[in-house]
C-alpha cells in the first residue's frame, strides 16, 4: 500500500532532494512540500498524507511548535523530525510535542525510506546514536526497576538491542528472527511497558527523570 508522504522544510535545495528520493520511490506517494511551519498548518490537511518528514529549525514557528499542533488537529498523522540538531533537550521536546522518529538530515535515502515504512507499521524510527545519546540521558537520571519485570526474555533481549540503537533489521540479523517477528516483539513490549512506541519504550528501560 502506498504512503502519501509530505514536506516541511524551509532549505529548497534539501526540499527538491528529499521530492526526489520520495519521487523514485516504489512504496511512498509524494503528495507535497511546504516551506514553513505556518504553510503545513494551513495545507497539511488539503495534502492529506499518512507521514509528514519535518524540519526542527523553521523560519517563524519552530519544527517542534508546528508538530504539536499538527498532532492536535491530525492525531493519526506520523511525523518524523530531519534535523542536524543532536542535543538532548531538542530530541526530547520534539518527542513530547509528539513527533514519532527523529533522524539526522545526513541519513542516507534507503535509511529515509525504511524510516517511513516503519512509523507506517506502527515503529519509531531513531537514527542510532540519537537513540544512544537517549538512552545515556536515562542512566544519569537514574534507574527504573520496574519498568519491564514482566517482559520474557526474548522481549528483554530485543529491548536491549533497542537501547543500543538497533534498527529492527539489525535486530532481525542479530537474534535471527524475521522482520516481523521483531515488529511483534516491540508491539508487545510497548503494551507491557504502557508505552506508546519504542522511544518512549527505551526512555523507560534506561530510568526516569521523575
Known sequence: MLKKVAIVEDDRGLREQLAQILGAARDVHFVGACASGEEALDRIHLLRPDVVLMDIKL??????????HLKRALPSLQIIMLTVYEDSERIFRALKAGADGYLVKSSPP???LE???????????????????????????????EQSENLSPREQEV???????????????QLGIGLETVRTYVKH???KMHVRNRVEAVAKHGGKAG
Do not use: Q, T, W
Not at 59 to 68: D, H, K, L, W, Y
Not at 161 to 170: A, D, I, P, Q, V
Open 115 to 145: 524510516a517511513i515504512d516503519d512509523v507506517g507499521r506502527g515503529g519509531s524510527p531513531i537514527s542510532s546514536h540519537i537513540a544512544r545519546k537517549v538512552v545515556r540521558h536515562f542512566h544519569l537520571v537514574g534507574p527504573s526497576p
Open 110 to 112: 534507503e535509511v529515509l
Open 59 to 68: 523560519p517563524g514557528m519552530s519544527g517542534i511548535e508546528c508538530v504539536a
Open 159 to 173: 529491548l536491549n538491542l533497542l537501547s543500543s540503537g538497533y534498527l529492527y533489521k539489525e535486530i532481525s540479523d
Open 189 to 191: 513490549i510497548c503494551e
